[in-house]
């Protein structure tokens, strides 16, 4: 069974760099779209992007500019960093898989809370 | 303000039919597959329905969904206490390269 496990800092001050890991584990991430997708109570389910195991992206036009996403295959482990953050970014963040490409998202990880707050 | 339009709450008794609403627009629902997600308390959201209305594997048939131009459709039938939870769909927008755009949720009420 396919697991995701979501980590990093729980608390970031505003304007510096949030940073989460997604640890895949119960199988590969080679073949897989790899996504990041936050929860808050103010603006719902929000879809940050995708990278693809071969490292290719594709980020939400809302947050490209501060988005960047990175794979490590070797660890089984794709990451997110999301720079000049606001308290408008404290959200649950998941990491999810994509298994075809087609949008939508069959494993999930069961979030890690993030507070952007001095 | 979610892209895609839900329906904030629904609700119905144990052995109910129950369908929860989507609407958007051609450049998302009415181009492109819908999903289903079901989130319980405290949980993961869950893959419920994939492309317009596929179930995975595990996923009872008394979900089912649909979709229609713009607009998409989940039904449940059958209404069980465990049902109660969040239901959001969601879809690929064609505008700017995407994003996945979801619904802001519907809260299903067991009664």
């Known amino acids: 069974q396919v697991q995701l496990q979501e980590s990093g800092p729980g608390l970031v001050k505003p304007s510096e760099t949030l940073s989460l890991t997604c640890t895949v584990s119960g199988g590969s991430i080679h073949s897989y779209y790899w996504s990041w997708i936050r929860q808050s109570p103010g603006k719902g389910l929000e879809w940050i992007g995708y990278i693809y195991y071969t490292g290719s992206t594709n980020y939400n036009p809302s947050l490209k500019s501060r988005v960047t996403m990175s794979v490590d295959t070797s660890k089984n482990q794709f990451s997110l960093k999301l720079s000049s953050v606001t308290a408008a970014d404290t959200a649950v963040y998941h990491c999810a898989r994509d298994p075809y490409g087609l949008w939508y998202f069959d494993y999930w990880g069961q979030g890690a809370l993030v507070t952007v707050s001095s | 303000q979610s892209v895609l339009t839900q329906p904030p709450s629904a609700s119905g008794t144990p052995g109910q039919r129950v369908t929860i609403s989507c609407s958007g627009s051609?450049?998302?629902?009415?181009?492109?597959?819908v999903n289903w997600y079901q989130q319980l308390p405290g949980t993961a959201p869950k893959l419920l329905i994939y492309t317009n209305n596929q179930r995975p594997s595990g996923v009872p048939d008394r979900f089912s969904g649909s979709k229609s131009g713009t607009s998409a459709s989940l039904a449940i039938s059958g209404l069980q206490s465990e049902d109660e939870a969040d239901y959001y769909c969601?879809?690929?927008?064609?505008?700017?390269?995407?994003?996945?755009?979801f619904g802001g949720g519907t809260k299903l009420t067991v009664l």
């Open positions: 969601a879809a690929w927008d064609d505008s700017l390269n995407g994003p996945v755009v």
């Open positions: 051609s450049s998302n629902i009415g181009s492109n597959a």
